[in-house]
Each structure stands twice: as C-alpha cells, then as structure tokens.
C-alpha cells in the first residue's frame, strides 16, 4: 500500500518561502497523479495543485498562481511544493495525495486515494 509523509512545514512570516515534501513507500509515484491540497481552521479542504500521471500538464488553485510551485521526482519518490510570497491566508494543514496508476484524475486531482497526514504552514509575523 502506498504510503505518503510531508514534511517541510512550519512557521514562517509573510512574504517568505516554504518548500514542502511528500516522500513516497511500498510504491512508486511514477505515472499517478499527484496533488496537493490544503486545509485551514474552519473552511473546508480544497486544492492547491495538481501535476497529471506524465508530469505534462499541471494546475494550480488562482490564489497561489505565480508563488506555487508543483513538482516531481521520480527517481526520488518524492514530490514537492514550492511555495513562495507566502501570505498569511496562506496558513493551513498542507496534504499531499496520489491516485492509482495510469489513472487520469482531471485536472483538479479529483478522488486520489492515497494520502498523508499533513503538515502544518502558519504564516504569520
């Protein structure tokens, strides 16, 4: 079973960088798709990024076009998020998720099924 972990979270003030990481176990993250997904306190969870199965095409939520980031390495296991210009309502619980392979999720990642159990941004002075 495919195993997901982020780390890279923290605290952090506005206008600053973060770089989160989901490492990958029992599995490959080669040809899923890959997302991920953010929380805050009191609203509900919704998508920050989405990267397809070829890596060819990627989405990003219209709140943190041009400051995020959504990348993969294959022979690493591991996907990242970039994040930068980081703004306080930038603040939540980050996710990252995967489907099954060689599926196709559209464009927002829409019902991956694996997923870790978060890492924590607070951005704030």
């Known amino acids: 079973q495919l195993q997901l972990v982020e780390s890279g979270g923290g605290l952090v003030q506005p206008g600053g960088s973060l770089r989160l990481s989901c490492a990958a176990s029992?599995?490959?993250?080669?040809?899923?798709?890959i997302g991920w997904f953010r929380q805050a306190p009191g609203k509900e969870r919704e998508v920050v990024a989405c990267?397809?199965?070829?890596?060819?095409?990627?989405y990003y939520t219209d709140s943190v076009k041009g400051r995020f980031t959504i990348s993969r390495d294959n022979a690493k296991n591991t996907v990242y998020l970039e994040m930068n210009s980081l703004k306080p309502e930038d603040t939540a619980v980050y996710y990252c998720a995967a489907g099954n392979r060689y599926i196709n999720y559209g464009p927002k990642c829409a019902g991956l099924r694996y997923w870790g159990k978060g890492t924590l941004v607070t951005v704030s002075s």
């Open positions: 990267i397809t199965i070829s890596a060819g095409s990627t």
């Open positions: 029992g599995g490959t993250l080669d040809s899923r798709a």
